[in-house]
């Protein structure tokens, strides 16, 4: 049937161009070639799913990385936290706009509460905490959620080194009392101090519609 289909859509072409036009072999076969369908299993779009999830968040974290550190050379780290307050989630929301996706950092540690995890992601990050309570490596994760039409991907964030601890590791002995400051001051409701390098700091959450996938392969 699929052949059958395919070609009546090719004899279709042709005929548009006329009884007095001739079709060259290079068009017929590129049309030939569009006209192919490709029939493709869940399996590989949740894996293809899973690979795109990866490289995006990959993606979104050297962004912030790249120009945290640039904010902190230029302005100190309670320049570097302002920086974050104002330019963090715009920095994830463009990331997120050029791939057709949702993508955030979610943590019951929060610092923004922005960053506090929905229905969907609140297991997934349950089950990230507990295997580091456990000592359980924790992988990246991918489900389907509204109907199957969006995936999930998700990954853990740990504290890579101490940099990180110059805003969330002790009070006292990490953060010093102007970083202190100002994070009162942007941070009300902060939770994610005392963290100290290889604690889980949160995961990063994508929804990505099935047919933005689709569409990759």
Known sequence: MRKIIKYSVVLMFISSCGGGE????????????????????????LE???IWGDSISTEAQMQLISQLQNAISE???????????INALPILTEVGKVHGVSIKRASN????????????????LDAYEYNAENGIKSEPNIQKIDGGEVFLYTK????????CLSCHGDPGKDINAETLSKLAELYPEDQAKGHKVG???????????????VKRM
């Open 22 to 45: 001739r079709v060259s072999k290079e068009v017929f076969e590129e049309v030939n070639k569009n006209m192919e369908v490709k029939r493709l299993s869940e399996a590989e779009i």
């Open 48 to 50: 293809e799913a899973m």
């Open 75 to 85: 302005k100190g780290v309670p320049g570097a936290i302002e920086f974050c307050n």
């Open 156 to 163: 853990p964030i740990v504290i890579p080194g101490g940099l």
């Open 109 to 124: 540690r929060y610092r923004n509460p922005a960053d506090q995890p929905d229905a969907q992601e609140a297991p997934i």
């Open 199 to 213: 604690d889980l700091r949160g995961m990063w959450s994508l929804k990505i519609p099935k047919k933005e996938v």
